[in-house]
């Protein structure tokens, strides 16, 4: 797997130069600073300087203190790992819980239409942004992050929880500016749809952790750009939201046609291009 177990009765010692192959060759995808020291029986306060000579040959890299990742000789140009092979180990190390969500989580569910430029994060606490060799890795803090429904996709690194489907539609309905504005997320609902139609009573359990204006938004795109069934349990479902009228585009001004059907000002006119 991804981790390394050293045991305190036996430690085998490596020479420093030989640690990218060491960590490649029994599929270690991270390993700490702690572990470092053991296997080159060293003082942990010395291993930073002895992965100098490594960070500069590109072969090892170190995404957060204290932890450092094998680059695999197909990605020493990128200077580390994708992403995706990375964030677990990372957000372990950093002891916070995640999922990966919005545009990047609808890339791996099938809404690939454009590609996102950034690698996009859900986050139990604050993280600062980080850029990992060609990862721009942007992380947003997110309440209620256990109760959003997940699936899990393989990675170098472990078992990586992305948005599912319903919670994805749900976090780009909701976050469209994160999303790139509203005919982005107007193709990403089409096009999540048509990789694989959402369960309509998940979106409906899912949207009490959203404000009503994602779920009023998310249902208002379904039922204009998708030949959805079960529309209706939707409009109820937002009926019975007590908030004020919603804004179609919340980027936009405040002057449109009211929806009532929705709840929903069409303040904005919406241009998918799929």
């Known amino acids: 797997m991804n981790m390394l177990n050293i045991s305190e009765n036996r430690i085998e010692r490596i ?92 890339a791996y569910l099938g809404a690939s239409h454009h590609a996102p430029q950034v690698f996009q ?23 209620n992050i256990d109760n959003i429904s997940k699936v899990l996709i393989e990675s170098k690194s472990g078992m990586t929880p992305i948005s599912s489907r319903e919670a994805t539609m749900l976090d780009i309905a909701n976050d469209v500016s994160i999303a790139g504005g509203l005919d982005s997320v107007a193709n990403l609902v089409i096009e999540l749809y048509e990789a694989e139609k959402p369960s ?35 409009k109820e479902a937002a009926s019975n939201r007590e908030a004020a009228a919603s804004l179609l585009d919340p980027l936009s001004g405040r002057n449109g046609i009211l929806d009532a059907d929705w709840s929903l000002k069409l303040n904005s006119i919406v241009e998918p291009d799929v």
């Open 15 to 106: 020479r420093a130069t030989d640690l990218t192959n060491y960590l490649l060759s029994r599929g270690i995808s991270s390993i700490t600073t702690t572990e470092i020291a053991a296997l080159l029986g060293i003082p942990a306060k010395q291993v930073p300087q002895r992965m100098q000579a490594l960070k500069r040959k590109g072969v090892i890299m170190a995404p957060a203190k204290g932890l450092w990742m094998p680059v695999p000789p197909e990605y020493m140009t990128w200077e580390a790992p994708p992403a995706i092979d990375m964030i677990d180990s990372l957000m372990k190390h950093l002891g916070a819980r995640y999922y990966v969500g919005w545009l990047s989580a609808a």
């Open 121 to 143: 994060v859900a986050v139990s606490r604050s993280i600062r942004n980080r850029i990992l060799g060609r990862s721009d890795i942007r992380f947003f803090h997110r309440s």
């Open 200 to 234: 309509i009573s998940s979106i409906i359990g899912l949207s009490q952790y959203y404000p009503a204006s994602a779920l009023r938004r998310l249902g208002w795109l379904l039922e204009n750009f998708t030949d959805t069934g079960d529309i209706n349990l939707l």
